[in-house]
């Protein structure tokens, strides 16, 4: 007896459907890790290697590879590569990039990504094609890494020892780890020129490299450098004395600095010490004193010393700690509106006299939402709150149209604001700088905004504090809007796996073939709350889809069993425009309308899909109005149509019949789509059951004949 299962291995169709919500769990938990060891200062070898190793655990027979960009952007160098042999990393160790080097160099060289599928087969250079196959590798995909400036900082490059493309999960994971590598790679930097100019530092300290100055604490007199004037901020005709330094000094750290001074020149003791300096323009600067205490001949005790500004190293290291809090909150899980709210926070602290808010692009893409704002009046953010994106809808609102920063100087004249001056002025803000916040793909997730409540333009500083912000601000959100679509796959994986379980348990325990698409149909009937279902095969000439089975009223019938007038119809032509883009793209379509007078049909989820006229009174095929009568006997008004599929070429399809007309969820078409994969295997092996009894029966004849022979 022939037996359909035997020698082969089951394997569901969700598994060939993309990554299982256990493998998306895995990548969040690896990136967190990640982020993690990014926010603890782990090394950067140790970061990059984790990447690799997580690239190749969700994506099986990958190898994966990060180069590094050196600072003359002219050659790169090995960053992690834990799975490829030594000998194939160290040859290409300090290799120059170009637009005729392997695909690493050509990918930075060009800042996009270069897709190499088969090694042996593509242009490249006959050095690199020879390397890579000597070692196995047959094809290579690599991505530039991008800092958040946009300035290539490297490569990532999955290989793999067998030629193949990549697909769009993998072009996916490719766009997270890419990001990823570069906020562990630009963090780094970061701490290496916070180390860097700690090191300028003592040397100009040891140096006195700096401003300096002299003091006779006894007569008073004070001697300042063209540096140390610069850096108070005092015009050179200005006679240096102590209140003048002390004018600088802001009211709350006055008394600090006075017990500081009034110690060294008590004791005779050397000076070093940091304080601020509120400058007439309000800038806070940071300052570094050192100054050695030598007694004069008459026993006056003088100080000659130098003062640093190091503003920019204060600022770099109130960013590194700010910035590995943030990362710390995300690697926790914390929600996105409480990340947001301290990214304001932080920006409003390094930045000073602005008002920082983050809004967020709406699901359907038309306006933009609240999402923090801590410092902004209450009214005024729930003015704005679901405000649309265009030409002329502010700064926010234009910044996300057109997707590159907008700068208004001035509210009050600027054509941008027509919409929204009013609200603006009378909350006491007169200029918004807005920038938007992309995602790894690109695409506008929101907008990052400072507004100023006087007239006036972003300072270097400021934009560069913008272009850290937002870029803390994308990782934010692609995060939680990962963990969201985790939540949804879960929920989605949850009904799939109920659904494919029974159907499992149905073809284990079921020893007719036969019944088995009967299973599979039930199971989708159960699932989708449909009226009745019909599965149709499109016969060898592709002309024709011929019905396979049926069940209606609760009853299961084959086409040589069909007890209706219209599931006894043979054949349904399908050269209507609806059925050659199915077959063609292979998406769903949507039947509507069956109860009228002219039914209609579209392809897709797209909601500006055209809507096809389909089975007209009096002028559609007759075999086609013959099912639509019967359909509307049946009280059928809305069929979806999920098309069966053998090596990505449609074979037929499902048609899933409502009551009424409805909208269909995207959970719901994929969970119909993975059981219309088992129904085609249910299919395949009805087929192959028949064949077998046929077999049976001629070599049957044939023995029959043979003894009839033999007796003869």
């Known amino acids: 007896m022939f037996d359909p299962f035997a020698g082969r291995e089951w394997r569901p169709a969700l598994a060939r459907r993309g990554p299982k919500p256990s493998c998306q769990l895995h990548q969040l938990a690896g990136e967190n890790r990640l982020l993690e060891m990014v926010a603890k200062g782990e090394a950067l070898p140790s970061i990059l290697d984790g990447i690799c190793r997580l690239v190749e655990e969700i994506s099986s027979r990958s190898l994966c590879s990060i180069l590094l960009l050196d600072a003359n952007g002219g050659r790169l160098w090995h960053g992690a590569a834990p799975s490829l042999p030594a000998s194939y990393t160290s040859a290409f160790d300090g290799r120059a990039i170009g637009p005729e080097t392997g695909p690493c160099g050509r990918a930075v060289y060009f800042g996009k990504p270069v897709i190499v599928c088969d090694i042996a087969a593509d242009p490249l250079g006959d050095d690199y094609r020879e390397l890579a196959l000597a070692h196995g590798l047959q094809a290579c995909w690599s991505t530039p890494i991008f800092s958040s400036e946009g300035k290539v900082l490297g490569s990532f490059a999955v290989l793999s020892r067998e030629p193949r493309s990549p697909t769009p999960q993998h072009e996916k994971i490719i766009a997270q780890v890419t990001h990823l590598a570069a906020v562990a790679i630009e963090r780094k930097r970061t701490e290496q020129e916070l180390r860097r100019s700690e090191a300028y530092l003592a040397e100009a300290q040891g140096l006195s490299l700096t401003g300096s100055f002299g003091w006779n604490v006894s007569t008073g007199e004070i001697i300042w450098s063209k540096e140390t004037y610069c850096i108070l901020q005092y015009d050179r005709k200005v006679k240096p004395n102590l209140n003048l330094v002390l004018d600088r000094v802001p009211a709350e750290d006055r008394a600090l600095v006075q017990k500081i001074i009034d110690h060294a020149t008590r004791d005779g003791t050397d000076l070093d010490f940091g304080h601020r300096l509120l400058m007439p323009d309000g800038v806070v600067k940071h300052v570094q004193v050192v100054a050695r205490a030598t007694k004069a001949e008459s026993g006056a005790i003088e100080f000659v010393g130098a003062v640093m500004d190091v503003t920019e190293q204060k600022r770099a290291e109130a960013f590194v700690s700010g910035e590995k809090r943030l990362l710390e909150m995300i690697a926790r899980g914390s929600s996105l509106a409480s990340v947001l709210d301290a990214l304001c926070r932080f920006g409003e602290e390094m930045s000073g006299n602005v008002l920082i808010s983050i809004l967020l692009v709406s699901a359907d893409g038309k306006s933009l939402r609240h999402g923090a704002a801590p410092s902004l009046p209450k009214s005024y953010t729930e003015a704005i709150d679901g405000g649309l994106i265009g030409p002329r809808s502010g700064s926010c609102g234009t910044a996300a149209y057109r997707g590159e ?157 069909a007890v209706h007038p219209a599931a006894r119809i043979p054949m349904l032509a399908q050269n209507h425009p609806v059925w050659s883009e199915v077959f063609r793209t292979r998406q769903y379509a949507v039947l509507e309308d069956i109860d009228q007078e002219c039914a209609r049909s579209r392809v897709g989820a797209d909601p500006d899909a055209v809507w096809h006229r389909v089975m007209e009174d009096g002028l559609s095929d007759p075999a086609l109005l013959l099912l639509k009568k019967h359909l509307q006997g049946l009280g059928v008004r809305a069929v979806l149509f999920v098309p069966l599929l053998i090596a990505g070429r449609v074979t037929g399809i499902i048609g899933v019949r409502f009551p009424q007309k409805r909208a269909f969820q995207k959970d719901e078409i994929e969970l119909t789509q993975a059981l219309a994969h088992q129904a085609m295997l249910a299919i395949q092996l009805m087929r192959l059951s028949e064949q077998s009894r046929q077999a049976a029966v001629v070599a049957e004849r044939n023995r029959m004949a043979r003894d009839i022979h033999d007796t003869l």
């Not at 949804?488 to 009904?495: K, Q, T």
């Not at 009937?525 to 000439?541: L, Y």
């Open 405 to 561: 920063r907008v700068i208004v100087s001035d509210i009050m004249t600027d054509p941008l604001w027509d919409q929204y001056r009013h609200l603006a002025i009378d909350h006491g803000l007169r200029a918004c700088w807005s920038t938007p916040i992309f995602s790894t793909t690109r695409s506008v997730l929101g907008t990052f905004a400072l507004y100023s409540r006087e007239p006036g333009s972003p300072t270097p500083e400021q934009l560069n504090l913008i272009e850290q912000m937002t870029h803390l601000a994308a990782v934010a959100i692609e995060r939680e809007r990962a963990a969201e679509a985790l939540r949804a796959s879960e929920h989605l994986a949850r009904g799939q796996l109920d659904a494919l379980t029974h159907t499992l348990d149905s073809l284990a325990e079921e020893s007719d073939p036969d019944r088995l698409l009967e299973h599979v149909l039930r199971t989708i009937v159960e699932q989708t709350g449909a009226h009745s279902v019909s599965a149709w095969e499109r016969n060898p000439d592709g002309g024709w889809l011929e019905l396979v089975a049926v069940i209606e009223g609760g009853r299961f019938q084959t086409r040589k069993d």
